[in-house]
């Protein structure tokens, strides 16, 4: 799981180089963990639903049925040999299963001869230290059989065992090409929580923005806008690759499937477009946030040039008269005080007149 | 009905997650409400019409005619239970129901076996508030019939009911299809009266923005683009959504409608374009802004820098002879303090020609 | 004929709201006038030529000719009664009648089953207001036949009408669609005048831009860019509408006339290229506008740190030694006075020592 | 010839109204001159070679050859009746011969029933001026001959001629499309020439850039951006219409002579990838010359703020005790002075030690 | 090799004339050197791999197997007739030999009739210089033999060498195309490779941004930026290029070699992808930097006019009860010292208030 904190680009975001290694030998491209991977193997049809952990691909063997819909979920990919005899027990190309491990991949799909593959990202807000995570979720189609490769041990799709167990709805009679769709529905559902808590902490900082600016507030939209950057890169090309998996002339994908993924479409394209409004409300914040601080620098400049276009002249006609010299004629006078304070105000309004004119005052 | 407040992102621009929930099941997601929805059944051809309010949809079944084209339109989506009775009387698609309830839907058109179904925005202008609401409009074509949904009742299609009362012009005997495209053009016309008041709006700035511009003025830029972004998005997707009906290869559609929504269609790209009209005029307002802005500082810091520049060194000499030295000669002078005098002219007067030649003044 | 006055958005770019009337229905949208609209007609082949001024669209049968050319020129919308008439005695559609009374469109072009309609803008710079003034011109192209629509009596097509009278050219000879091209052309030609002129008050900004940029400088980019987005909005469809027109498959089209209609293409891609060229201008003086000004301010400044960093410590010296402490032994030094203004003189060298390392000076 | 100054827009990028006359009259429209144009004559095959200097175009008659191919080149378009003479000779379209006497064309190519037409624009650095001018070429292609016609005699096609006599290279018997590639390689040779000088331009100003930005290096960068632009409007349809060439299906092109327009289309992409290359790099300039002057100002400000934080309030201290009261107590206390300058010190470290911690300091 | 240093263009962005010399005529455009080329052969086959240093081209004749994939590998370009002779031997057409020896080539792919020629830029990051170095290298495919060209010995391809020795994977038997994919595959590799770099590099920026952007930091984000626009020149056409490859419908290319290309293509993809971030990340910070900016200057500005305001006027004050006129009534009075000084006291408060009420506190 690629963690998006402030200042780390998330890996999928950066590239990785494996020179030197030969295209389609497998190596795991990411964070190592030490845990053993979950394999967990569900068999359903209309009437039954088997749920097991396996403890190695060889157990697969026992539970294969020829008349139910296999789902196997592996959850951690730092165990390549792992997922090597998935690979040979599911005839795999060398390519799929090094993107597999590769979880610095984009969100693509691609067709081999008996099986879909579908890379997409999915997306999760950590409240606690306010930043998207994000982690690859592989998906290999076949016939009859749904492979799902991921990170680490998620709940995002604990509403769909519930319904393989309980029966209800569409699920246990809609074949493995609906499970997938079912699978990427789910991912993009979790977009939508994500949205609403970014689009919250927005409206907040529209909020805040009118009431007070600071330091802070520029760093906060920064950050923001970072992580839009994150997010928009993580969802944008799933747009493709859902159009992708529509028009797929593929003996996998069933008709009656086609009308959910159009749904599905429209679900993303639901995301991108609030992940552009979120963009353009940011960037709109930032130029009206220029503009603000442009005029309150003006502002306050004025009034600094108000003070010192009154005083600095009238403290130097202060001066003029505190100078010692002997001979000052003026320092002699019955009315000069009275006379000096009366030039003062006279400079002073005048001043103050040919500010109002400028419209300074 | 979803209130454009500023500070408040719109709800259709947000996204609205129902994670957990089976596709297809319906829940209604937007503001609750406790009214009990209206729905209003019209059904006639050239030579009847006949106007009911239902109490429920069962009694749908007694006012069905085949000779008639039939339009029934609810006021209200908070009813899950009566939008299911619907698309079980009417025989629709559970994913359509599940859109219908959904306000937050974006404008998409999508064809059904034997419906066509049209989402769009509504937008409305509240002058009290100087605000533009939104709301979603669903409308389903069934053959000779036409289902309308509405977030609340609003006054739009007064006109349309009037004409189909007095029977004037084409609507009582242009087709279910025919009726579809009145409800849209009445839609983008009201799109129209919107953009007639934000273009108001905008002339006014525009004259306060020559006038004084201040703070309060730069609010009401950002305020402007932000309403004028969730209008662009509100508006831009209809232009794909009539261009797609104009291309339906569908039996719902007549030829002799189609000229009509190119006409509908010519009307949303004016208003799209007027738009964008809008937000060049507020960008640029918003460039000038920012170079008067930068002008004006410039002009206010070059009057404090004068100042300064001709009375700071002119009152350091004036301190100098202000200092109570016992052995200062100058101070004894017969000719001292006129020649003090002259020396602050001189320097002031180099000063002011230095600050002549820099062009400052 | 709509004004492009600064603080006023041409009408065609706003939107006008014809909310609840029938679609068809005959309106005029735009300024009202009394004045009776003008109506001539012409009538002309290759021998002959026929120029007579209608008082009412009754006439028009007495000079109808079955081998001749018609070309009636309308200049004059408000009497939608006559607009009905022309309607009715061409047999126009209700929906091309109504486009041709709003003057608010947009430049299209839309084909009927017998004949082509064409909107377009014709621009006219005013040099008294200094403003661009936008006339709505509408064309109908029937068999052998063109009505031409424009909101006010101008002078942009006298020298067709002189080229008609003369038979110079190949206008008697040329057909109808051959008269359109000439229309659009003349229309076009119109661009060029008005682009040069605006061209021309460019380079005059340049200039001013170089000698001394002040505020209504800025006012006058500003203006200038709202002028240019107005004149684009009006010129960038046409684009598309004359392309469209050369690619019509219609039989009112001649063959011949294609390679005039590319002419006139070129010629619209050159003034739109011209007004590409003028935004970019616009767009360069106005960064580089912002980076002087920058420059400047920061010039400014460093004269007043320079002056203030200077003479404020000095000063301060000054104002130590005008205490008048009863105490100070530094006053009574027979040198006091003298090592005071060495100290200064040190200070103020110091402190230009250090502006100098900083290169400020 | 059109000559890039600053602050001219070049002709070709602005537009001339030819209001009033008609469709393919013949008139010149640029700058007049009164030398007699020159017309050379090659006329050439693989074995012979043959090249006059015509008086007039009655001339050509005499050195036509069916068996080789000519060239005609004119120097010179101010002479509109020896344009109509080519024509006539020729068999030239009208509009294809006004275009040639318009120098304010777009690059463009248009196919003629037996004619080849291609409008470029030729781009020449004057080093002594510094700046870029602009001359119009153009080409017809016919059966066996090719004409071009320049504003001005140029050297840009010496080395051509050079070829032509010595016989070397593919030159003489590539046949008239051969030529023609020819004449446009050199073009867009001359461009990549000017890009080659802008580029070492732009190398300098980085430097410049650098070491030290005034009024004058913004002024560098807005003349090179503006000249950017005219650059950029005269190749980047040179694009197209290369493309164009290559894919037109005439006889008067040979199949072999594709390969060698493919290599100028690459040329000229080159040569638009260098001028955005450059446009970006200006653009990058900009946009960090106002974050530099920015901090600049920010830095500028800061000293002038220590300066007047630490003195101001210390000089009014010193201002206190300059005042003559009668009745001030602390002037005559013994340790007055040295209090009231340990005062002033703690007040002014109190000072610095805040702007630390501000870390202004 | 072309340095991509600081202030220097690198030559494949600039671009360099041949003006005068023949299209297809051979020089070499680049840094010159004196250093033999190397020319290394190796011939392959499923069984057998033979790799010989050949000191001329002649020598190939003696190397030439029928039943072996070739593979000519030349480091260095600058003895053009070398790479003469090597046209000769494997009947190269003349515009490519050019191609290969203009090492100012953008990334293309051409079709000849018996050839595939592919050029492309290598990246290495010079970690002393902390800069990327361009190189080019040019791929010839022909049946059964790949030519590849490089501008200095490298060490990019010495996996691929390693593979070939000890005959692992797939290498040795893929033919020829799988060979030229897997030089265009490490190519990309080093790409990836660099991107770390540069992302690193942007890291660590990003983290400085928030400790303290300086002068010089304003400078790495431009150096960065300049650095990026190279790049991603560099990149960013290969992305056709490689599409183009997977689309050939060339005898050259086996169709088993299509899933390895599509595979590049998605590293390219990232890559291209990889560079956008970079950018964006580098425009949100130089964004961000003028708003923290523009904040800082009012902050400054804020603190020198409270200052001002407060001390200004008080100052003035003093200066008022230090002038020395005989008859000033207050310097005479008992409480006239400690009047003043609540006087000023009450002024300072004042302003104190006034600027509080004006959040400027």
């Not at 599911?90 to 579908?118: C, G, M, R, W």
């Not at 009366?342 to 004119?357: D, E, F, I, P, Y």
Request: aromatic content about 10%; glycine content about 4%.
């Amino acid at each position: 799981m690629t963690k998006v904190r402030s200042r780390r680009i998330p890996s999928f975001l950066k590239t990785v180089s494996t020179h030197g290694s030969s295209p389609g030998s497998l190596k795991h491209v990411g964070e190592k963990k030490t845990t053993k991977p979950h394999i967990t193997l569900w068999t359903y049809n209309e009437k039954t639903v088997e749920e097991v952990e396996l403890q190695s691909i060889e157990e697969y063997g026992k539970h294969k049925r020829k008349d139910a819909v296999c789902w196997m979920n592996i959850d951690g990919l730092h165990d390549a040999h792992l997922i090597e005899a998935v690979g040979k027990e599911f005839n795999l190309h060398s390519l799929l299963l090094e993107d597999i491990l590769n979880t610095t991949q984009h969100p693509k799909i691609e067709e081999y001869d008996d099986a879909i593959f579908v890379v997409v990202k999915m997306l999760h807000f950590d409240e606690k230290h306010d930043h998207v995570f994000v982690e690859q979720l592989s998906l290999v189609l076949k016939e009859n059989c749904v492979l799902s490769f991921q990170e680490e041990p998620q709940d995002y799709f604990d509403h769909i065992r519930d319904r393989l167990r309980s029966g209800m709805g569409k699920l246990r009679s809609g074949g493995a090409d609906y499970l997938v769709y079912r699978l990427l529905d789910s991912t993009v559902d979790a977009y939508f929580t994500v949205l609403e808590q970014l689009g919250e902490t927005i409206e907040d900082m529209e909020q805040q923005f009118i009431e007070n600016p600071d330091d802070a507030f520029i760093g906060s939209i920064y950050d923001m806008r970072r992580e839009m950057l994150f997010v928009r890169k993580a969802i944008y090309p799933l747009r493709d690759v859902v159009l992708q998996i529509q028009q797929l002339a593929s003996p996998l994908m069933q008709e009656s499937t086609r009308p959910f993924l159009r749904d599905a479409y429209d679900h993303i394209i639901q995301s991108t477009e609030t992940v552009d409004t979120f963009r353009d409300l940011l960037g709109n914040m930032l130029d009206n946030y220029l503009s603000i601080m442009s005029h309150r620098t003006n502002d306050v400049m004025k009034v600094l040039t108000i003070i010192a276009t009154i005083f600095i002249p009238l403290t130097f006609i202060a001066g003029v008269y505190g100078m010692n010299f002997r001979h000052m004629p003026e320092l002699q006078w019955e009315w000069g005080y009275p006379a000096v304070l009366c030039v003062m105000a006279a400079v002073g309004l005048g001043m103050l007149l040919w500010l109002k004119k400028r419209k300074w005052l």
